[in-house]
């Protein structure tokens, strides 16, 4: 038996979430990580943001990931963004890499 804590898999879109939901979600129950829906809440608009905003919406995400994958323990992650872009797809292999100490293994599909 692994003493892995879980393996989640993370599906990357840009697509709204309700076709995300419609497109992915139909077979599987996936933990939805809004991204747009975060920068909102956070009363940031996307093309004004500071340094610092941008560092208060990583934590936020990440936040939002890490309750994905530990509160629900949920083994499919739903990533819903309309810029998806390769440096968001490393920066969050680099952010679940230093989960991996806690046992967690992952696979990120780009849709």
Same mark, same amino acid.
């Given at each position: 038996?692994?003493?892995?804590?879980?393996?989640?898999?993370?599906?990357?879109? !840009?697509?709204? @979430? !309700?076709? /995300?939901? !419609?497109?992915?979600?139909?077979?599987?129950?996936?933990?939805? @990580? #809004?991204?747009?829906?975060? +920068?909102?809440?956070?009363?940031?608009?996307?093309?004004?943001?500071?340094?610092?905003?941008?560092? +208060? +919406? %990583?934590?936020?995400?990440?936040?939002?990931?890490?309750?994905?994958?530990?509160?629900?323990?949920?083994?499919? +992650?739903?990533?819903?963004?309309? %810029?998806?872009?390769?440096?968001?797809? #490393? %920066?969050?292999?680099?952010?679940?890499?230093?989960?991996?100490?806690?046992?967690?293994?992952? /696979?990120?599909?780009?849709?």
């Amino acid at each position: 038996m692994s003493d892995c804590l879980q393996e989640v898999r993370f599906v990357l879109t !840009k697509c709204s @979430v !309700k076709e /995300a939901k !419609k497109k992915f979600c139909s077979d599987a129950g996936f933990y939805v @990580v #809004d991204i747009g829906k975060i +920068i909102r809440e956070l009363g940031y608009d996307t093309s004004f943001l500071s340094v610092e905003s941008e560092f +208060i +919406i %990583n934590h936020s995400v990440q936040k939002k990931i890490l309750q994905g994958i530990y509160s629900t323990r949920c083994s499919d +992650i739903l990533v819903v963004y309309k %810029n998806i872009s390769d440096d968001f797809v #490393d %920066n969050l292999k680099e952010f679940l890499d230093g989960q991996s100490e806690d046992g967690l293994e992952y /696979a990120i599909e780009v849709l």
